[in-house]
C-alpha cells in the first residue's frame, strides 16, 4: 500500500520569505501523480500544484513549484514570496490511476502560517 | 466554476442515531468521494463511487454506508452514530476516466456525536 508522510507538523514564515514543505511517499508504482492542496482556515481544500511521475520537469504554479525526486521519493513544496493568503493547511497526496482507480492518499498535514 | 456542496456545515447527533450527510455537485463528475478529517490524521477514505449506484470501500469504511441513486448526489450515511464518529467530513468529485485526476472538495460537516 502507498505512503505519504509529511514529517513537518507545522511551520512558520514571514510575508514574503521562501518557504518549503516537504513530503515523501512510498510506492513500487513507476506511474503516479503526486498533489499538493491547500486548506485555509474555514474554507474548501484546493489544489495547488500536480506533477505526473512521468515528467521529468518540476510542476510551477505562479509562485508554487516543486521539487520532484523521484528516486528518492521526494516530493517538497516551495512556496515563494510569501503572503498571508498561504496561511493554511497543506497536505501532498499520491495517486496511482492505473492500479488503484483515482483514489488519493493523504500525508497527515502541515499546517503553515505566514506572518506580517 | 465546480461547485460541491454539503448539506451541513455543522451536525449535532446523539449516539445511536441514523445520520445522514448529502453532497452535490453540479459538474456531471463520475467520481465522488468521502473522507474524514481528523487533526494529526490528515484525511482518509471512507468510500468513493466511480458511477451511479457504483460503490467501493475506501480506508476505513466500518460504521458506514453511501448511496449514490442520482449522478450529482452521494449520501454518506451513519447507521448508527457513536462518539468516535465525531469527525469533520468532506465530499469531493472528479471527472474520472483519465480526465484531469483533480479532486473538487465540498466545505465540509463537521459532526458531533454526543
Known amino acids: ?116 | 466554476d465546480v461547485k460541491v456542496t454539503q448539506s451541513s456545515r455543522y451536525l449535532v447527533k446523539r449516539t445511536g442515531e441514523k445520520v445522514f450527510l448529502e453532497c452535490v455537485q453540479d459538474m456531471d463528475h463520475e467520481n465522488m468521494f468521502w473522507y474524514r478529517q481528523d487533526p494529526g490524521l490528515g484525511l482518509r477514505l471512507i468510500y468513493f463511487s466511480y458511477d451511479v449506484k457504483m460503490k467501493e470501500k475506501g480506508d476505513i469504511p466500518e460504521g458506514y454506508s453511501v448511496s449514490r441513486e442520482k449522478k450529482e448526489r452521494f449520501s454518506l450515511i451513519l447507521e448508527s452514530a457513536s462518539t468516535n464518529q465525531t469527525s469533520m467530513y468532506l465530499c469531493a468529485s472528479s471527472w474520472g476516466q483519465g480526465i484531469s485526476y483533480e479532486q473538487y472538495f465540498g466545505p465540509g460537516t463537521r459532526l458531533t456525536v454526543t
Open chain 1, 1 to 116: 500500500a502507498q505512503t505519504v508522510t509529511q514529517s513537518q507538523p507545522e511551520m512558520s514564515v514571514q510575508e514574503a520569505e521562501t518557504v518549503t514543505l516537504s513530503c515523501t511517499y512510498d510506492t513500487s508504482e513507476s506511474n503516479y501523480y503526486l498533489f499538493w492542496y491547500k486548506q485555509p482556515p474555514s474554507r474548501q481544500m484546493i489544489l495547488v500544484i500536480r506533477q505526473e511521475a512521468y515528467k521529468q520537469q518540476n510542476a510551477t504554479e505562479n509562485r508554487f513549484s516543486v521539487n520532484f525526486q523521484k528516486a528518492a521519493k521526494s516530493f517538497s513544496l516551495k512556496i515563494s514570496d510569501s503572503q498571508l493568503g498561504d496561511t493554511a493547511m497543506y497536505f501532498c497526496a499520491f495517486m496511482n490511476p492505473p492500479g488503484g482507480s483515482e483514489k488519493l492518499v493523504f500525508g497527515k498535514g502541515m499546517k503553515l502560517t505566514v506572518n506580517p
